[in-house]
């Protein structure tokens, strides 16, 4: 997910985000914890039986700022049929008309594979995002590694990379079916060289990674827009939850191999 800049902010369980009290702009502090870094025995697979909160921080109570339409709610997350399901609804606040969902990591990853598989919505002004993201807000340089779905054609997903805040290496790929329709598995595996992304065990991309130093947080969200219409289409809303479903997410340390039978790593052409 791209991150814009932000005006105001708000210290909230690791994260700065804008926030708003009252009508004002506040800075609030909320007993932020040091960081947990992973290392190579912290290879883990989630398949979201339940929703394991020593993994994941939900997102709750802010919004990322003005390009973003709704705010980040623990409503707005689920666990159904053993997927994760990260919804975009209309709210009864009138100073929040919408509400949305996303997930991070408590821990951060530097370098591995990194997997998930998903199916979106449909729907214009919306993006379903797996990602990684370190930044400003953790005192460290914005990189980022994307996986974007603009569903107002989930026919096509979009690649980038952020590298010390600057966007690179952006690419996009056709998917066989639409990303609404049935689950696809994504995949990219960055090393110190260079990120590869994968769809459905295939390659799709590649790109450098030259100056993407810091581990970063891995990430899902599901949200819609009411300024960035050039590039995720204008929002109308559907007057139905929209939902993004998790299957399952993974990520393998360097160096290890196959550690579960869907991984790409099991394919040895992906190494």
């Not at 606040?93 to 990194?114: L, N, S």
């Not at 599901?222 to 007057?239: A, I, K, S, V, Y």
């Not at 997410?249 to 394919?267: K, R």
């Amino acid at each position: 997910m791209r991150r814009f800049p932000m005006t105001c902010t708000t210290l909230h369980a690791g994260a700065l985000r804008p926030a708003r009290l009252a009508g004002l702009c506040v800075l609030v502090t909320m007993g932020v914890a040091a960081p947990f870094m992973a290392s190579a025995q912290d290879s883990f697979f989630d398949d979201f039986d339940r929703l394991d909160r020593k993994r994941w921080y939900v997102s709750d109570g802010w919004t990322n700022g003005a390009h973003q339409a709704c705010w980040w709610s623990s409503r707005a997350i689920d666990i159904r049929d053993s997927h994760l399901v990260l919804s975009l609804q209309s709210s009864d606040d009138p100073d929040q008309p919408y509400i949305c969902g996303e997930v991070q990591t408590q821990k951060r990853f530097r370098h591995g594979t990194f997997e998930a598989r998903f199916r979106t919505d449909n729907a214009s002004g919306v993006n379903a995002a797996f990602f990684t993201y370190i930044g400003e807000v953790h005192k460290k340089p914005h990189d980022e590694i994307d996986v974007e779905v603009l569903t107002r054609d989930p026919g096509r997903v979009e690649f980038n990379t952020f590298i010390d805040g600057k966007m690179r290496n952006g690419g996009a790929a056709e998917l066989p079916q639409p990303a609404d329709a049935v689950f696809h598995h994504y995949a990219f595996i960055w090393d110190e060289t260079r990120v590869r992304w994968y769809v459905d065990g295939e390659l799709v991309h590649e790109a450098s990674a030259e100056g993407m130093t810091d581990a970063q947080k891995i990430y899902f969200s599901h949200w819609n827009t009411n300024t960035l219409t050039e590039w995720m289409g204008n929002f109308n809303d559907p007057r139905r939850p929209l939902e993004m479903h998790v299957d399952w997410v993974a990520w393998t340390a360097p160096g290890e191999d196959c550690q579960f039978e869907q991984s790409i790593l099991c394919d040895k052409d992906a190494e």
